[in-house]
């Protein structure tokens, strides 16, 4: 088949690599709308669960991709200054630039091309492919050129967003809850390289207002937030990489493929950031996709039927999640009167998928102490 893949992030990138290495006369392009070796952010993260996935596709290619990772069996929220550790929780990190490396090196090996500093706005700049996968992000110009097909849905959440960078290398997965006397500042952070960690700001929107960061430059910003977050920051600042302030959309679509295009990746779906796994949801799609033309050969309307009723419900699951993740951020002022422990078991638990005995199997001692400052009695389901 001839191949058309808009945008060069990990699922259009990593579907490319399955089909071309299964079938090495697929005829590939990957069109991408920034320079090669281009990107912005910091680092992903990765599950335990996710690298499974990853494995189970592509071990030759798994092994290539996780050797530089970044990796820890455990994470901690820190309420107010007070750590809680939380064992068993298996996070492998990497610098965003750098998964893009190593699938485009890995694509180009197996013969896919590529196409940079080119931006798809229009179907027909694709010629006569075969197969159009529209990879191009969630603000995809190729869903939005068939919108009235696709039919997206757009849900803005309200509260706001910085990515930032630092020095400072925080070794666990650590999600940094501060009350000011405007209000609750959180920081989602990891180290991803030996040198190098993520640091995502959260506020809601009274805060953001009330701190007047909606009146602060860029620069005022950045050095308010190290302020706020100095305790666990240290000598080091903040780094900042396009780092402006950003309410976040999430977006899904009644349908997922028109005529021989197919949606792939935030193109798709957006899962927030919260649960950290839009990469993974990303590379999984492709993994579905490719697997759905392996039992349909050049089959494009089975294939494309295969993978929506493969991804179909795991999608819908993991966006209800998100929206429960995001409640819960969203209403954290509510809940920063709890003690820490108590504070950590209600956000392990904040999405409705983590039951009291999961938290048990995981993290005995953990609960050990809950159940010990709660009173809840051993075996039973707490609420």
């Known amino acids: ?50 690298l499974g996935f990853l494995k189970r596709a592509d071990e030759a290619f798994f092994k290539k991709f996780t050797a530089g990772h970044e990796r820890c069996d455990y994470m901690e929220v820190v309420h107010n200054g007070v750590h809680v550790q939380l064992r068993n929780n298996h996070f492998s990190r990497v610098a965003r630039i750098e998964l893009l490396r190593v699938l485009r090196e890995e694509c180009i090996e197996a013969g896919v091309e590529f196409v940079f500093d080119t931006r798809i706005d229009d179907v027909a700049q694709l010629g006569d492919a075969d197969l159009i996968v529209a990879a191009d992000g969630g603000k995809s110009a190729l869903r939005t050129q068939f919108a009235g097909h696709f039919k997206p849905r757009f849900e803005r959440r309200r509260n706001m967003f910085a990515w930032y960078g630092t020095r400072q290398l925080f070794h666990p997965v650590s999600l940094i809850f501060r009350q000011t006397e405007h209000g609750v500042f959180i920081a989602h952070s990891y180290q991803y390289s030996k040198d190098l960690s993520t640091f995502l700001i959260e506020v809601d929107p009274d805060t953001w207002r009330r701190a007047g960061l909606d009146t ?57 950031f919260s649960l950290g796994s839009g990469t993974r949801m990303a590379m999984q799609d492709a ?84 159940e010990a400052l709660t009173g809840v009695q051993a075996g039973a389901s707490a609420h």
């Open 1 to 50: 088949m001839k191949i058309a893949v808009a945008g060069g992030g990990p699922a259009g990138m990593y579907f490319s690599l399955l089909m071309k290495k299964h079938e090495p006369r697929h005829e590939i392009t990957v069109y991408e709308q920034n320079p090669a070796g281009a990107t912005y952010g910091w680092g992903v993260v990765f599950s335990d669960v996710a």
């Open 216 to 272: 602060m430059s860029d620069e005022e910003s950045r050095r308010y937030c190290e302020k706020v977050f100095q305790p666990e920051l240290g000598s080091n600042g903040l780094l900042s990489n396009r780092s402006i302030w950003f309410s976040a959309d999430i977006v899904s679509n009644e349908k997922w493929s028109h005529r021989n295009i197919v949606l792939l990746g935030d193109a798709l779906r957006t899962v927030h």
């Open 287 to 370: 993994i579905a996709l490719h697997e759905a033309f392996s039992a349909c050969g050049n089959d494009v309307p089975a294939a494309f039927d295969a993978f929506e009723r493969a991804r179909r419900t795991s999608s819908a699951d993991f966006q209800e999640a998100a929206a429960r993740s995001l409640d819960w951020y969203e209403n954290v002022q509510d809940k920063m009167s709890m003690d820490p422990v108590s504070f950590a078991y209600d956000y392990m638990r904040r999405t409705g998928r983590v039951g009291h005995e999961d938290l048990r199997q995981r993290d005995p001692d953990f609960v050990a102490r809950y």
